[in-house]
DNA sequence: TTGTAAGCGTTATCAA
DNA sequence: TTGATAACGCTTACAA
């Protein structure tokens, strides 16, 4: 038994009536057990446990969630699973609500959770505690007031949710801060239209211009999706405008895939004759075929931020909107040198 | 109202019984309406439809999983968020499964649903009427005999498993096609120690000695994980022993990228002195900075395949155990050249 | 410390 | 075509 063998003879699972019927017991006793009731002797407890085992009984999710209190359930709303970076917010948000008895669900845009029009209605059937949303959050999600929502990752267009995410600006200012101690003095930056990727340029011009070097920097920013063809596009643009740039700064590790590429193109080698750095240390900058220089946005530690925010706010739903800023971390690797 | 205003003035989600009241019919009724019963009069559907719509109300999940017969969920065992070829797999089994009306409830072997050891635990609990696993099934998943499984994408080690998964094998030979006809004599292979690299291999090894073109494949087989060192590590070895090799062909993709580095190591081009190949046609083959010849193998028609193969498993449960193999495809990109 | 009984929000089975 | 009413499997007062 335990090893995956039918529960009862006719093939059902076990239920709780079972468990107490097979250890002589009320249903009552085997719920105290199940949740841990010191006030069970340890003599009904044991022939509780061993009935458990026996019937390979596992309490119903539904039933529990109807019967109890609470749901225990925290629906975490993902933009696209294609974006790698929710692998490490999971991380994060795992260790602070998991460990605290929280079921996750998970959820992108598409995978709804049921014949829903949008995950979180399938949250709210689910009758989920909170919710987590990564990334930009869409505009028409439409969640109760009542529920406790955290933005994990990106600016919060909803109101009242607290928001845990990369400080932009910051990361920014260590990429100026980078390569002005490489010793570039012009540097382009390829971006998006995007609020995070202004915040990144603003940053790496506040660096650049905070600094006595007399160093400067020149922009291209891309409409539409911040892909590696416009990644390409941008980085080609910016050096017809400006032949002296030797290191591009691009808004996140996609462009600058694409920035690298465009720079083959041309016949430019990274970083021997152009410097490049991304931001989001995706694993793909990680490789050591791209060896991207970074900016690591630490989303483990955002998703850590964003569940233990979440908790505070499921306890006191009337607390004011929090914002946490995550200081980045710059990694550098192989596409940046000194010129 | 529908905007994410709180249902009942309680501040709690609204139930079957405030809608029944409110449309003035019985709660029977509304669950019939829900339904989509035919036997309900135009005049009362659009009562409780509007009363529903007024309330904001959604049904509980927990309780038409308990009351209900069935439970509509699929549970999805993913080996690991971070294996990229998940997503394209999710959208072959949400066509099969989440259009038939079923919800798909994804997990990982980290992201427990709840405090349960495995997250098959978790989908038991949840009394899921199947599950899908995604890649290699670990050994001690513990599943009842009586529960639909299919693996998807993976050999399967489980009894009683019906399986769906690209044809490695085939896969080999296009492999060898390919690089056969851009005439390349002299063929290495890298790979590790799985069931699908032997394949692969397998694959590659028959399209070479079908082939009369005298042409031949050396091997480098590495212990431990497929990973981008051992790719690079595994290359130079090949290349060591056999310094005449024009081509490479990599069990996966990340290997064949740690190919790549290791040539680019020795100051060999790609694919001007060495063309290199991978499998799995991951998103960072399709880059085009990578643009790395690849071997798709259509995950999301796996998907779709698995998803049908488990429709069919719950209907007859006593049906034999079924494998089906999927046709991969060669995509060619910029690493493969004429010799 | 243990048992009894009343919900929780649905579906399903009957009658009406 | 509708409405009572009994499950469903569990939690949680309240009693004992």
Redesign the interface.
């Known amino acids: 038994m335990?090893?995956?063998?039918?529960?009862t003879a006719d093939?059902k699972?076990a239920t709780i009536y079972d468990v107490a019927a097979r250890a002589g017991v009320s249903k009552s006793l085997v719920s105290l057990v199940l949740q841990r009731s010191p006030k069970v002797s340890d003599q009904r407890r044991e022939a509780v446990l061993r009935a458990i085992q026996e019937l390979?009984y596992?309490?119903?999710?539904?039933?529990v969630?109807?019967a109890g209190t609470r749901?225990?359930t925290i629906g975490v709303v993902l933009d696209d699973?294609?974006n790698?970076w929710?692998?490490d917010l999971?991380?994060g948000l795992?260790e602070a609500l998991?460990d605290q008895?929280h079921?996750?669900?998970?959820a992108d845009r598409?995978?709804?959770?049921?014949?829903d029009v949008s995950p979180v209605?399938?949250f709210?059937?689910?009758?989920v505690e909170g919710i987590v949303i990564a990334g930009e959050p869409d505009t028409d999600?439409?969640?109760?007031?009542?529920m406790p929502v955290v933005v994990a990752g990106g600016r919060a267009t909803l109101p009242r949710a607290d928001t845990v995410a990369n400080d932009d600006r910051a990361g920014g200012r260590m990429a100026a801060e980078h390569l002005l101690a490489l010793g570039h003095t012009r540097i382009g930056f390829v971006g998006g239209r995007s609020a995070a990727s202004a915040e990144r340029r603003a940053g790496l011009e506040a660096g650049v211009a905070a600094a006595t070097s007399g160093a400067s920097v020149v922009t291209h920013v891309m409409p539409g999706e911040p892909t590696?063809?416009a990644g390409?596009e941008a980085v080609g643009l910016l050096l017809d405008a400006h032949p002296d740039v030797t290191a591009v700064f691009a808004a996140n590790d996609v462009m600058a895939?694409?920035a690298?590429?465009g720079l083959?193109d041309r016949g430019l080698r990274v970083p021997e004759d152009v410097s490049v750095m991304g931001y989001d240390d995706t694993?793909?900058a990680a490789?050591?075929?791209?060896g991207l220089t970074s900016i690591d946005d630490r989303s483990v530690d955002i998703g850590r931020g964003a569940g233990e925010r979440l908790l505070a706010r499921i306890a006191d739903p009337s607390a004011p909107a929090h914002e946490t800023l995550v200081e980045p971390r710059l990694v550098a690797r192989r596409t940046t040198a000194a010129r």
Do not use: H, K, W
């Open positions: 335990g090893d995956g063998t039918p529960a093939g699972p390979d596992r309490p119903s999710t539904a039933a969630s109807l749901s225990r699973f294609r790698q929710f692998v999971l991380t795992r998991q008895g079921r996750l669900v998970v598409f995978l709804n959770t049921g014949l209605e399938g709210l059937s689910m009758r999600l439409a969640i109760p007031a009542s590696e063809a390409a895939l694409g690298m590429s083959a694993p793909l490789t050591a075929y791209v």
